[in-house]
């Protein structure tokens, strides 16, 4: 085990671990007041934060989602408790050592759990851990006892042996007993409050915590209120409504990077070189979730706080206004879909500053023009960059029937003229075949073929076939290898097919399927009027209407659309798929979840997915660019059938 999952670990067991015959010998004073909110007793010098603000909370709103729905009706609900039992059955191995029923575990969080990283001035980081713990029928008071009595096991074991025989238990004067021991020549310190169990590996700062907590200043650190990048950053994840999330994150990762290489001149270098890159610009990322709010199911903020004027990466990711609708082309049946628009000439002029600030102005065209230009005959900015409209379409597309890998990517750049951009990609297309023609037995890397009038630029498809046999005679060896050996007869390895990149000119767009011979054509086909749009879809419609009444009808620099229930129906086409059926009966001896999860199924197999399907709703969301940096805003609305 590493020093950081042991360091986990520690934090973890001496929030179970405080001695509850010390706690109730001692009792706590009554002055100790209620837990303020816990961005009033970290400090400012927090430069890292998970926080759940109520575990039962969340739980209980999660139960209200289509995915929470879905798991109680009754149609499935049988399946999912057996394979909880079938979890249990497996815990079941491990529990003589653990000393604590599965069920115990489960119920124990009950109120807030946070995690920080705290980087104290000139400091390595420390950490710290605040749960709130049920006590519900002694489960707490069991729960600590036996974490107590795993301690000074998982102590003693550290290199020297020493480490129990150093752990000590201190009452302040507050009346917080405090216990420490060590894991890593890391000095694990930790108190209880009712119910509320606080673990730090500073003991300072558990001490300026406390402080916080009876509501005395600490002196020259304030809390984490005085944050300005945290306050920044959750006033604008947080919306119009003083609701608390159900969660919320903040990271400052060039602090956390600063902190976490003190002493590292090696990793210090480094960091010092993220000007240089305009990394430098980037203050903090956070955001927050929120459920059952209104008519959403799920809302989600993600804020990039970027300190202006932009340098480097920041200033190159120049993104412009966008619009909703999406291409022509793009199927119905898509799971994911993402617009965003960049203004290409102005990336690819600050990529050529960031370049040459590592080398010498000019470098970087010189770069360009003997490696691209000359090898293949054009002039990249002029040819290519300039003739890039901006907009860039990405989504994911589900190909039957159900595999592992059948989900495809589609990607789409709009073009200014895209009648000279194909005689241009003709132009490399041969260029790169020409310089393999002379050669004895040489296979073209591209060939065109032609589907329903356009033109496809892919590998020549003998080529693909080949290379897709011999995958399949080298698995076929090992699973014949892996039968002798488990003395199985007739189990058979997954069947993948693997395609190479293709590209087309349609729509206005340079169209790239990364993966899949059946996207390309489907993507010709709904371009000709021969499927379903994504475009006239109603449910699209409904998340474009949302996005506009958020957003004011303000554009944003991209947008986003999901479809749960395609990726849902996926999930339960595979699981009833031959492939995953020869899988189970394959780990069948060996696993006993597998094992577990086979009969499962065999007993209560899954329903039609069309009973379920009332339960989801699309996503959608968008990203603006202001003063303070990139935001974005995810949602999940209700169904409408509700």
Same mark, same amino acid.
């Given at each position: ?6 360091? $986990? ?27 303020? !909110? ?21 739980? #209980? ?37 653990? +000393? ?12 807030? @759990? ?37 301690? *000074? ?11 129990? $025989? ?52 600490? !002196? ?18 947080? +919306? ?25 001149? &090696? ?18 990322? +956070? &955001? ?34 966008? #619009? ?6 793009? *199927?119905? $049946? ?26 010498? *102005? ?40 159900? @595999? ?29 075949? &020409? ?93 000709? &009027? ?38 849902? !129906? ?32 065999? #007993? ?33 609305? !209700?169904?409408?059938?509700?």
């Amino acid at each position: 085990m590493n020093s950081i999952s042991k360091l $986990s670990l520690a934090l973890l067991l001496s929030v179970l671990a405080v001695p509850i015959g010390l706690v109730f010998a001692s009792p706590q004073s009554d002055s100790i007041p209620d837990r303020p !909110k816990t961005e009033l007793i970290l400090p400012e010098t927090t430069v890292a934060l998970l926080q759940l603000p109520s575990f039962q909370d969340a739980v #209980e709103k999660l139960r209200e989602t289509g995915m929470g729905q879905m798991i109680a009706d009754d149609s499935i609900a049988p399946l999912v408790n057996g394979l909880w039992e079938e979890a249990g059955v497996a815990y079941d191995d491990v529990k003589e050592q653990v +000393g604590i029923e599965l069920s115990d575990l489960t119920s124990l969080p009950d109120g807030e @759990i946070t995690f920080a990283v705290i980087a104290p001035r000139r400091s390595k980081p420390e950490y710290l851990m605040l749960m709130d713990l049920s006590g519900e029928d002694g489960l707490l008071d069991r729960v600590m006892e036996r974490g107590r009595e795993l301690i *000074p096991e998982d102590a003693a074991a550290e290199e020297g042996g020493g480490a129990a $025989s150093e752990d000590e238990t201190v009452a302040n004067e507050d009346g917080f007993e405090i216990e420490a021991f060590n894991v890593d020549n890391k000095r694990i310190h930790f108190f209880q409050h009712e119910n509320t169990v606080v673990a730090c590996t500073s003991l300072g700062e558990l001490n300026d915590l406390i402080e916080r907590w009876m509501g005395r200043e600490v !002196k020259k650190t304030r809390p984490l209120t005085s944050n300005r990048k945290f306050v920044t950053i959750m006033k604008r994840c947080t +919306g119009n409504q003083d609701l608390d999330p159900e969660f919320r994150f903040f990271v400052d990762p060039i602090a956390v990077a600063k902190s976490s290489t003190q002493g590292d001149a &090696g990793a210090r270098f480094v960091i010092n070189m993220l000007p240089l890159l305009g990394l430098d610009s980037l203050s903090a990322i +956070g &955001g927050t979730m929120f459920l059952d709010e209104e008519e959403y199911e799920s809302v989600m903020h993600a804020h990039v706080l970027l300190t202006n004027p932009r340098t480097g990466i920041f200033a190159m990711l120049a993104f412009k206004p966008t #619009e909703y609708e999406p291409e022509e082309f793009v *199927p119905l $049946s898509v799971v994911n879909h993402m617009m965003v628009s960049v203004d290409a000439p102005k990336a690819y002029a600050e990529l050529t500053k960031i370049v040459d600030s590592f080398m010498s *102005p000019g470098d970087f065209e010189n770069m360009v023009e003997k490696n691209v230009n000359e090898e293949l005959g054009l002039d990249l900015k002029e040819d290519i960059i300039d003739s890039i409209d901006g907009r860039m379409t990405w989504f994911q597309w589900i190909e039957e029937p159900a @595999i592992v890998n059948s989900t495809r990517s589609g990607v789409a750049f709009r073009l200014k003229d895209p009648e000279k951009f194909e005689m241009l990609l003709d132009k490399i297309m041969e260029r790169a075949n &020409g310089d393999l023609g002379d050669k004895d037995n040489a296979t073209m890397p591209y060939e065109k073929r032609d589907y329903h009038d356009v033109m496809v630029y892919a590998e020549p498809r003998a080529k693909i076939d080949d290379r897709n046999k011999r995958m399949a005679e080298r698995r076929n060896r090992r699973v014949k290898k892996r039968n002798q050996k488990n003395d199985k007869d007739g189990q058979e390895g997954m069947e993948l097919h693997v395609e190479s990149p293709q590209m087309a000119i349609f729509g206005d767009c340079l169209v790239i399927a990364a993966d899949s011979d059946g996207l390309m054509k489907t993507m010709i086909d709904t371009f000709q &009027g021969e499927g379903e749009r994504l475009v006239d879809d109603s449910n699209y419609a409904r998340i474009v209407d949302e996005s506009r009444r958020l957003l004011s009808n303000e554009l944003p620099m991209a947008n986003f659309y999901s479809d749960p229930k395609r990726q849902v !129906k996926w999930l339960f086409d595979l699981a009833g798929s031959d492939q995953t059926k020869a899988v189970l009966s394959g780990a069948d001896e060996d696993n006993k979840f597998m094992s577990g999860l086979k009969r499962r199924l065999d #007993e209560n197999p899954l329903p039609e997915f069309e009973q379920l399907e009332k339960y989801f709703s699309q996503s959608g969301g968008y990203m603006t660019d202001d003063d303070t940096g990139l935001h974005m805003l995810f949602f999940t609305l !209700k169904n409408e059938a509700e």
